[in-house]
């Protein structure tokens, strides 16, 4: 079943996704997501001008040798581009080989270990007040999990929040933007740390304890400060704490654990099993934060998951708006399979983006399937596509009150 044709997509149906599509002789059609947020042409480039060509006339049903040719033929190892270009063929050809067979990915990944995968949803707020709307919404659409992130008094900007409501009253956070290529956000961490366990509390007390609470840091604080953080959240009983140092220095997690039973959870800007060694063989995190679509596909994220088990360590794949309807569906099937699974991020995508990926995601129980068509089971519509050209967009840049540049 020879690969006769590798098409790179770019649109931006409320933002920009890179999909690869493959197709093969018989005409059976495979998806991948190459999303990478910010800098997505420089992967619709390595897989247009160096992987497609590569492509035409393989065999689309040897996923691990054409895995393991793109990896190690090209020399350059690892990184963002590279793994999301390799990640893209991958799902592809999951999603060919799922369709000759008939059969939903997750079955050729040695079928379900559970029902349903658990998601959590974001929910934001520029005050407490605006918050609670954000959260009750959530869990009226039946979540069970949910991340919290609210303006810091007094700090200006809004980091990790909605810029307001969008169509149909949701409460959406989108953090690249298209106006103006540098959008800078101030961070103050002083008033972070001061703010967040009141945040927290005042949580606990409005919601209970059955609804699973999370946070993301965004890379954002010293080893010590995170240690105090993740102390002072501690009667709060967080699901996790994230990305709560730059992932650049794991041992710096040695800190935190000594301090604090918080979980944690970090690797969404990693993008290979290599990355993950001391945060796994020391057990410094609880659940693993990589993508399908940024580490190498379902191939090489199922190695990782697998790494991480022997160590009682879960998953929690990245799930945010700029992982297309593909990558979630990829993302899913890869839940609904492994082991070790311990929770999905699902940022629901825009209803511009549901015109052009069709998916037969399901809903139940706060939990996500991805549906039993044959292979990932997203369809896409070119003629909607058509409609919503790239617009270049970036991620705000964080700056202290000095004006210094701060991790985003
Ligand atoms: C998350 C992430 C996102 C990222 C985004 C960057 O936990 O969902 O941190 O909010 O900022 O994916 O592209
Ligand atoms: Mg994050």
Do not use: C
């Not at 497609?52 to 049903?61: E, F, K």
């Not at 710096?252 to 993950?276: C, K, M, Y």
């Not at 919503?388 to 967009?393: G, L, R, T």
Request: aromatic fraction near 10%; charge should be negative; avoid cysteine.
């Amino acid at each position: 079943m020879r690969i006769r044709s590798a098409e790179v997509l770019v649109a931006s149906p409320s933002r920009n996704f890179v999909t690869l599509r493959l197709t093969t002789e018989d005409g059976i059609v495979g998806l991948g997501d190459a999303t990478l947020n910010g800098r997505e042409l420089a992967v619709a480039s390595y897989l247009r001008d160096h992987v497609a060509p590569l492509l035409i006339g393989r065999d689309a049903h040897r996923i691990e040798d054409t895995w393991q040719f793109l990896y190690r033929s090209a020399y350059w190892r690892r990184g963002p581009v590279t793994m999301s270009a390799i990640a893209a063929v991958d799902m592809a050809l999951w999603d060919i080989k799922g369709k000759l067979t008939g059969l939903p990915v997750y079955q050729l990944l040695g079928g379900a270990s559970r029902t349903g995968a658990l998601v959590y949803a974001h929910a934001s707020g520029a005050d407490l007040d605006d918050l609670a709307d954000s959260v009750h919404a959530r869990i009226e659409e039946g979540y069970k999990a949910i991340r919290l992130q609210v303006a810091i008094p007094g700090m200006g900007g809004g980091y990790g929040i909605s810029s307001g409501r969008a169509s149909g009253g949701r409460y959406t956070y989108e953090p690249a933007k298209r106006a103006g290529l540098h959008v800078e956000e101030g961070w103050d961490s002083s008033r972070y740390l001061r703010y967040l366990p009141t945040m927290f509390e005042w949580a606990r007390a409005e919601f209970g304890p059955e609804v699973m609470l999370l946070h993301d840091a965004h890379h954002r604080l010293t080893p010590v400060q995170a240690a105090r953080l993740a102390k002072d959240l501690e009667p709060y009983d967080l699901f996790w704490l994230e990305d709560i140092t730059p992932v650049e220095n794991q041992e710096s997690l040695r800190l935190v654990r000594q301090h604090s039973t918080t979980p944690l959870a970090i690797g969404e800007v990693l993008n290979s099993v290599w990355d993950f060694r001391t945060l796994v063989q020391e057990q410094l995190i609880d659940y693993v934060r990589a993508s399908v679509t940024h580490s190498g596909g379902i191939t090489h994220l199922k190695r990782i998951f697998e790494f991480a088990g022997q160590y009682q360590i879960r998953s929690g794949s990245h799930g945010p708006t700029d992982i297309s309807p593909v990558g979630m569906a990829a993302a899913l099937h890869l839940d609904l399979a492994i082991h070790n699974f311990g929770i999905q991020e699902h940022m629901a995508h825009d209803r511009l983006t549901d015109e052009v990926f069709r998916t037969g995601f399901s809903w139940h129980d706060g939990a996500m399937h991805p549906g039993d068509a044959p292979g990932l089971g997203v369809e896409y519509d070119d003629d909607a596509a058509a409609r919503f050209p790239y617009e270049p967009a970036y991620l705000p840049t964080a700056r202290l009150v000095d004006g210094t540049v701060h991790d985003w």
